[in-house]
């Protein structure tokens, strides 16, 4: 069931309701912002997720499936969203965060034993945002296809994307009535 609101007024909400199925008096609903990252990009990412590390069709050396998520987020998402480095201040060690790698000192980035200590945060997939998360599905869904997913999980989550995507064309093309 989607909603449009249409009116909003201090207490009175008018919303026009898409399909065949209406809100039942004395139900709770919960309404997201289309406009934000959605459930149902949440659920498709992780269904995906889990359907590529179960079939094993993919290339990386992930030793468990959180591992994994970590790799796809960072190669097929936005990747780290800061960088930690261990340097000497004042001769005390101390960590130090930078956004990019080009602010990690240069004297770092040759030693290879403190090389080795530069760490990356990733990105959070809860604040990816709607086109964030739509691009990284499309890089994600695509990587699959190459390496060969054909499984029938795989083609119900597409399946079941697609259905949605078309729920939601329904409602932005249909006509909204104004007052």
Same mark, same amino acid.
């Given at each position: 069931?989607?909603?449009?609101?249409?009116?909003?007024?201090?207490?009175?909400?008018?919303?026009? =309701?898409?399909?065949?199925?209406?809100?039942?008096?004395?139900?709770?609903? +919960?309404?997201?912002?289309?406009?934000?990252?959605?459930?149902?990009?949440?659920?498709?990412?992780?269904?995906?997720?889990?359907?590529?590390?179960?079939?094993?069709?993919?290339?990386?050396?992930?030793?468990?499936?959180?591992?994994?998520?970590?790799?796809?987020?960072?190669?097929?998402?936005?990747?780290?969203?800061?960088?930690?480095?261990?340097? +000497?201040?004042?001769?005390?060690? =101390?960590?130090?965060?930078?956004?990019?790698?080009?602010?990690?000192?240069?004297?770092?980035?040759?030693?290879?034993?403190?090389?080795?200590?530069?760490?990356?945060?990733?990105?959070?997939?809860?604040?990816?945002?709607?086109?964030?998360?739509?691009?990284?599905?499309?890089?994600?869904?695509?990587?699959?296809?190459?390496?060969?997913?054909?499984?029938?999980?795989?083609?119900?989550?597409?399946?079941?994307?697609?259905?949605?995507?078309?729920? +939601?064309?329904?409602?932005?093309?249909?006509?909204?009535?104004?007052?």
């Amino acid at each position: 069931m989607k909603f449009l609101c249409i009116k909003s007024k201090k207490q009175e909400v008018s919303f026009l =309701v898409s399909g065949s199925e209406i809100p039942k008096e004395g139900r709770y609903y +919960i309404i997201e912002d289309s406009a934000t990252g959605t459930t149902a990009q949440n659920k498709a990412f992780h269904a995906l997720v889990s359907e590529y590390w179960r079939c094993g069709m993919h290339s990386y050396s992930a030793k468990s499936f959180d591992e994994f998520k970590k790799i796809i987020k960072k190669n097929l998402g936005e990747g780290f969203e800061a960088y930690m480095y261990a340097d +000497i201040r004042d001769g005390m060690p =101390v960590l130090i965060e930078v956004k990019t790698t080009e602010e990690i000192p240069v004297s770092i980035k040759r030693d290879p034993r403190l090389k080795e200590r530069i760490k990356g945060r990733l990105k959070s997939w809860s604040d990816y945002s709607q086109k964030q998360r739509r691009e990284t599905i499309d890089r994600l869904i695509s990587e699959m296809i190459q390496a060969g997913v054909n499984t029938q999980k795989f083609d119900e989550i597409i399946t079941g994307m697609e259905t949605k995507k078309q729920m +939601i064309l329904d409602i932005f093309n249909g006509e909204v009535v104004s007052e």
